[in-house]
Protein backbone atom coordinates (compact mmCIF):
# COMPACT_ATOMS: atom_id res chain seq x y z
CA UNK A 1 0.00 0.00 0.00
CA UNK A 2 2.99 2.50 1.20
CA UNK A 3 4.73 1.19 -1.91
CA UNK A 4 1.85 1.44 -4.35
CA UNK A 5 1.29 4.79 -3.17
CA UNK A 6 5.27 5.94 -3.02
CA UNK A 7 4.88 5.27 -6.58
CA UNK A 8 1.92 6.62 -7.70
CA UNK A 9 3.70 9.73 -6.23
CA UNK A 10 7.16 9.56 -7.74
CA UNK A 11 5.02 9.32 -11.13
CA UNK A 12 3.26 12.49 -9.94
CA UNK A 13 6.06 14.21 -9.12
CA UNK A 14 7.96 12.99 -12.51
CA UNK A 15 5.05 14.38 -14.04
CA UNK A 16 5.06 17.45 -12.93
CA UNK A 17 8.88 17.79 -13.32
CA UNK A 18 8.26 16.81 -16.87
CA UNK A 19 5.65 19.58 -17.21
CA UNK A 20 7.42 21.81 -15.68
CA UNK A 21 10.84 21.50 -17.76
CA UNK A 22 8.34 21.29 -20.58
CA UNK A 23 6.36 25.01 -19.81
CA UNK A 24 9.16 27.51 -21.18
CA UNK A 25 8.74 25.82 -23.91
CA UNK A 26 5.29 25.94 -24.10
CA UNK A 27 5.18 29.77 -22.86
CA UNK A 28 7.88 31.02 -25.75
CA UNK A 29 5.18 33.05 -27.06
CA UNK A 30 6.23 33.32 -31.03
CA UNK A 31 6.28 36.60 -33.28
CA UNK A 32 2.95 36.79 -34.95
CA UNK A 33 4.39 35.98 -38.73
CA UNK A 34 0.25 35.98 -40.22
CA UNK A 35 0.23 39.64 -38.87
CA UNK A 36 3.73 40.44 -40.87
CA UNK A 37 2.14 38.55 -43.73
CA UNK A 38 -1.31 40.16 -43.94
CA UNK A 39 0.65 43.41 -43.47
CA UNK A 40 2.85 42.41 -46.94
CA UNK A 41 -0.21 41.33 -48.75
CA UNK A 42 -1.58 44.42 -48.49
CA UNK A 43 1.60 46.29 -49.04
CA UNK A 44 2.22 43.94 -51.74
CA UNK A 45 -1.26 44.63 -53.53
CA UNK A 46 -0.53 48.37 -53.62
CA UNK A 47 1.32 46.97 -56.64
CA UNK A 48 4.87 47.97 -58.58
CA UNK A 49 6.10 50.62 -56.54
CA UNK A 50 9.18 52.11 -58.30
CA UNK A 51 10.14 55.66 -57.88
CA UNK A 52 8.71 58.30 -59.99
CA UNK A 53 5.62 56.00 -60.47
CA UNK A 54 2.08 56.21 -58.87
CA UNK A 55 2.49 53.20 -57.01
CA UNK A 56 4.95 54.58 -55.12
CA UNK A 57 3.12 57.46 -53.85
CA UNK A 58 0.53 55.13 -52.96
CA UNK A 59 3.47 52.71 -50.95
CA UNK A 60 4.25 56.44 -49.38
CA UNK A 61 0.48 57.13 -48.56
CA UNK A 62 0.56 53.52 -47.03
CA UNK A 63 3.40 53.83 -44.34
CA UNK A 64 2.33 57.57 -43.13
CA UNK A 65 -1.19 56.06 -42.64
CA UNK A 66 0.21 53.01 -40.51
CA UNK A 67 2.36 55.12 -38.79
CA UNK A 68 0.13 58.05 -38.41
CA UNK A 69 -0.16 57.53 -34.40
CA UNK A 70 3.87 57.18 -33.75
CA UNK A 71 6.39 59.38 -33.46
CA UNK A 72 7.04 59.46 -37.91
CA UNK A 73 9.24 61.37 -39.35
CA UNK A 74 9.73 61.34 -43.58
CA UNK A 75 13.26 62.15 -44.52
CA UNK A 76 12.71 63.37 -48.05
CA UNK A 77 15.91 64.21 -50.17
CA UNK A 78 16.63 64.35 -54.10
CA UNK A 79 19.01 61.24 -54.94
CA UNK A 80 20.86 62.07 -58.52
CA UNK A 81 19.96 59.01 -60.64
CA UNK A 82 20.60 58.32 -63.77
CA UNK A 83 17.05 59.34 -64.73
CA UNK A 84 18.23 62.96 -63.41
CA UNK A 85 17.45 64.05 -60.16
CA UNK A 86 14.84 61.91 -58.27
CA UNK A 87 12.28 63.23 -55.14
CA UNK A 88 12.64 59.85 -52.88
CA UNK A 89 11.76 59.56 -49.16
CA UNK A 90 12.94 57.29 -46.23
CA UNK A 91 10.37 57.06 -43.27
CA UNK A 92 11.76 56.37 -39.72
CA UNK A 93 9.32 55.56 -36.89
CA UNK A 94 10.79 56.03 -33.30
CA UNK A 95 10.01 53.80 -30.10
CA UNK A 96 11.45 55.56 -27.28
CA UNK A 97 13.42 52.93 -24.73
CA UNK A 98 14.81 53.89 -21.53
CA UNK A 99 18.80 53.30 -22.15
CA UNK A 100 20.67 55.42 -24.02
CA UNK A 101 21.13 54.55 -27.64
CA UNK A 102 19.63 53.08 -30.31
CA UNK A 103 18.72 50.28 -32.27
CA UNK A 104 17.77 50.84 -35.89
CA UNK A 105 16.06 48.00 -38.06
CA UNK A 106 15.88 49.05 -41.49
CA UNK A 107 14.57 47.51 -45.19
CA UNK A 108 13.63 49.17 -48.24
CA UNK A 109 10.05 49.09 -49.51
CA UNK A 110 10.29 50.19 -53.04
CA UNK A 111 10.42 47.96 -56.32
CA UNK A 112 13.21 48.73 -59.72
CA UNK A 113 12.19 51.28 -62.01
CA UNK A 114 13.98 49.08 -64.74
CA UNK A 115 11.61 47.07 -64.16
CA UNK A 116 8.31 49.08 -64.13
CA UNK A 117 7.95 47.18 -67.65
CA UNK A 118 6.71 43.74 -65.95
CA UNK A 119 3.97 43.71 -63.12
CA UNK A 120 7.17 43.59 -60.38
CA UNK A 121 5.30 43.88 -57.07
CA UNK A 122 8.79 42.77 -55.11
CA UNK A 123 6.50 40.56 -52.52
CA UNK A 124 9.98 38.85 -51.10
CA UNK A 125 12.12 41.81 -52.22
CA UNK A 126 10.62 45.13 -50.35
CA UNK A 127 7.01 43.68 -49.17
CA UNK A 128 7.55 40.88 -46.91
CA UNK A 129 10.29 42.86 -44.63
CA UNK A 130 8.09 46.11 -44.95
CA UNK A 131 5.40 44.01 -43.45
CA UNK A 132 7.89 42.54 -40.72
CA UNK A 133 8.98 46.00 -39.23
CA UNK A 134 5.03 46.98 -39.55
CA UNK A 135 4.25 43.71 -37.37
CA UNK A 136 7.42 44.49 -34.99
CA UNK A 137 5.99 48.24 -34.44
CA UNK A 138 3.33 46.23 -32.80
CA UNK A 139 4.81 45.18 -30.84
CA UNK A 140 7.02 48.22 -29.73
CA UNK A 141 4.46 50.63 -29.72
CA UNK A 142 2.16 51.82 -26.39
CA UNK A 143 4.75 51.75 -24.01
CA UNK A 144 8.91 52.56 -22.91
CA UNK A 145 11.01 49.78 -23.83
CA UNK A 146 13.14 48.69 -20.99
CA UNK A 147 16.25 48.67 -23.32
CA UNK A 148 17.29 50.85 -25.99
CA UNK A 149 14.84 52.85 -28.81
CA UNK A 150 14.48 51.41 -31.23
CA UNK A 151 13.64 53.07 -34.76
CA UNK A 152 12.59 51.31 -38.20
CA UNK A 153 13.52 52.56 -41.20
CA UNK A 154 11.90 51.97 -44.27
CA UNK A 155 14.61 52.90 -47.13
CA UNK A 156 13.71 54.55 -50.37
CA UNK A 157 15.65 53.93 -53.12
CA UNK A 158 17.57 50.57 -52.48
CA UNK A 159 17.58 49.06 -56.50
CA UNK A 160 19.41 50.69 -58.79
CA UNK A 161 17.75 52.89 -61.16
CA UNK A 162 19.81 51.61 -64.42
CA UNK A 163 22.05 48.99 -63.42
CA UNK A 164 23.82 48.23 -59.66
CA UNK A 165 27.09 49.83 -59.04
CA UNK A 166 28.31 52.13 -55.83
CA UNK A 167 26.66 55.52 -57.05
CA UNK A 168 23.35 53.97 -58.58
CA UNK A 169 21.86 51.56 -56.02
CA UNK A 170 20.91 52.06 -52.33
CA UNK A 171 19.92 56.01 -52.40
CA UNK A 172 18.45 56.03 -49.21
CA UNK A 173 20.41 54.74 -46.72
CA UNK A 174 23.31 56.35 -48.51
CA UNK A 175 21.55 59.69 -47.83
CA UNK A 176 20.45 58.97 -44.50
CA UNK A 177 24.23 57.16 -43.37
CA UNK A 178 25.44 60.41 -44.55
CA UNK A 179 22.80 62.85 -42.93
CA UNK A 180 22.89 60.92 -39.37
CA UNK A 181 27.19 60.99 -39.85
CA UNK A 182 27.20 64.96 -39.85
CA UNK A 183 24.35 65.74 -37.29
CA UNK A 184 25.66 63.35 -34.87
CA UNK A 185 23.04 60.69 -34.25
CA UNK A 186 25.28 57.56 -35.79
CA UNK A 187 27.37 57.55 -32.46
CA UNK A 188 24.45 56.75 -30.76
CA UNK A 189 23.57 53.73 -33.22
CA UNK A 190 24.41 50.72 -31.42
CA UNK A 191 23.18 48.40 -33.69
CA UNK A 192 21.77 48.40 -37.12
CA UNK A 193 20.25 45.28 -38.69
CA UNK A 194 18.81 45.44 -41.90
CA UNK A 195 16.49 42.66 -43.16
CA UNK A 196 15.82 42.12 -47.18
CA UNK A 197 13.92 39.59 -48.49
CA UNK A 198 13.62 37.30 -46.15
CA UNK A 199 10.07 36.04 -46.65
CA UNK A 200 10.81 33.37 -49.15
CA UNK A 201 9.22 30.19 -48.11
CA UNK A 202 12.13 28.75 -48.49
CA UNK A 203 14.27 30.71 -45.58
CA UNK A 204 17.89 30.34 -45.61
CA UNK A 205 19.71 33.63 -44.24
CA UNK A 206 23.32 34.02 -45.84
CA UNK A 207 26.03 35.00 -43.46
CA UNK A 208 26.54 38.45 -45.11
CA UNK A 209 31.02 38.56 -44.73
CA UNK A 210 31.15 42.54 -44.37
CA UNK A 211 28.47 42.24 -41.07
CA UNK A 212 29.49 43.07 -37.58
CA UNK A 213 30.87 39.27 -35.75
CA UNK A 214 29.55 40.31 -32.44
CA UNK A 215 26.29 41.10 -34.29
CA UNK A 216 25.87 37.99 -36.40
CA UNK A 217 27.17 35.87 -33.02
CA UNK A 218 24.15 37.76 -31.16
CA UNK A 219 21.76 36.81 -34.10
CA UNK A 220 22.87 33.12 -34.12
CA UNK A 221 22.55 33.28 -30.50
CA UNK A 222 19.04 34.34 -30.73
CA UNK A 223 18.34 31.84 -33.57
CA UNK A 224 19.47 28.68 -31.54
CA UNK A 225 17.04 29.98 -28.66
CA UNK A 226 14.00 29.14 -31.07
CA UNK A 227 15.82 25.80 -32.45
CA UNK A 228 15.96 27.74 -36.21
CA UNK A 229 19.78 26.93 -36.40
CA UNK A 230 19.62 25.73 -39.87
CA UNK A 231 17.67 29.25 -41.14
CA UNK A 232 20.91 31.02 -40.59
CA UNK A 233 24.26 31.46 -42.09
CA UNK A 234 24.61 28.39 -43.57
CA UNK A 235 26.55 29.98 -46.36
CA UNK A 236 28.15 33.42 -46.25
CA UNK A 237 28.64 35.99 -49.59
CA UNK A 238 29.71 39.74 -49.26
CA UNK A 239 26.52 41.26 -50.44
CA UNK A 240 26.02 45.12 -51.72
CA UNK A 241 22.86 46.03 -49.61
CA UNK A 242 21.52 49.21 -47.24
CA UNK A 243 23.78 48.42 -44.45
CA UNK A 244 26.96 49.43 -45.87
CA UNK A 245 26.89 52.84 -46.06
CA UNK A 246 26.07 52.20 -41.83
CA UNK A 247 29.02 49.88 -42.25
CA UNK A 248 31.59 52.30 -43.67
CA UNK A 249 30.89 54.68 -41.35
CA UNK A 250 31.89 52.02 -37.83
CA UNK A 251 27.91 51.34 -36.81
CA UNK A 252 27.51 47.36 -36.27
CA UNK A 253 25.89 46.00 -38.87
CA UNK A 254 24.36 43.10 -40.18
CA UNK A 255 22.66 42.50 -43.23
CA UNK A 256 19.94 39.53 -42.72
CA UNK A 257 19.34 38.17 -46.71
CA UNK A 258 18.23 35.23 -48.38
CA UNK A 259 19.69 35.91 -51.85
CA UNK A 260 18.54 31.71 -52.72
CA UNK A 261 15.00 32.76 -54.22
CA UNK A 262 13.02 29.96 -56.01
CA UNK A 263 14.89 27.33 -58.57
CA UNK A 264 18.55 29.16 -59.59
CA UNK A 265 16.90 32.05 -57.83
CA UNK A 266 14.12 32.40 -60.99
CA UNK A 267 11.87 33.97 -58.50
CA UNK A 268 14.09 37.41 -58.02
CA UNK A 269 13.70 40.73 -59.66
CA UNK A 270 10.76 38.58 -61.55
CA UNK A 271 7.65 38.68 -62.22
CA UNK A 272 7.14 35.45 -59.75
CA UNK A 273 8.16 37.39 -56.91
CA UNK A 274 4.47 37.01 -55.12
CA UNK A 275 2.88 36.28 -52.00
CA UNK A 276 2.79 32.60 -52.62
CA UNK A 277 6.79 32.37 -52.23
CA UNK A 278 6.31 34.15 -49.24
CA UNK A 279 5.02 32.82 -46.17
CA UNK A 280 3.73 33.69 -42.52
CA UNK A 281 6.22 30.76 -41.08
CA UNK A 282 9.24 32.61 -42.35
CA UNK A 283 8.20 36.05 -40.70
CA UNK A 284 7.55 34.67 -37.90
CA UNK A 285 11.50 32.93 -37.63
CA UNK A 286 12.21 36.46 -38.76
CA UNK A 287 10.35 38.33 -36.43
CA UNK A 288 11.22 36.07 -33.44
CA UNK A 289 14.91 36.13 -33.88
CA UNK A 290 15.20 39.90 -34.40
CA UNK A 291 13.02 40.91 -31.31
CA UNK A 292 15.37 38.02 -29.37
CA UNK A 293 18.92 39.87 -30.90
CA UNK A 294 17.35 43.11 -29.96
CA UNK A 295 17.15 41.65 -26.17
CA UNK A 296 20.58 40.13 -26.54
CA UNK A 297 21.73 43.64 -27.87
CA UNK A 298 19.95 45.79 -24.97
CA UNK A 299 21.52 43.58 -21.89
CA UNK A 300 25.19 43.04 -23.59
ZN1 LIG B 1 15.86 43.67 -55.26
Known amino acids: MIQLFSRQLAAALQLTLLLVLALPAFAQPHFNGGKAYQYARAFAAIGPRWPTGPGHVKAEEFIRNQFRHDQLEEDTFIANTP ?10 VRFPGKKDGVIVLGTHYETNYPLR ?10 AATTGLLMAIADQLRG ?8 WLVFFDGEEAIQQWSASDSTYGSRHL ?9 LGKIKAFVLADMIGDKDLDIQRETR ?3 WLVDLVRQAAKKYDYEHYFFQTEEPVDDDHLAFVQRGVPSIDLIDLDYGPNNSYHHTAK ?6 SAHSLAVDGDVILETIRLIDIR
Open 83 to 92: IGPVTMHNFI
Open 211 to 213: STG
Open 177 to 185: AAKWGGNGT
Open 143 to 150: KTLDGYSV
Open 117 to 126: TINFVGANDG
Open 273 to 278: DTMDKV
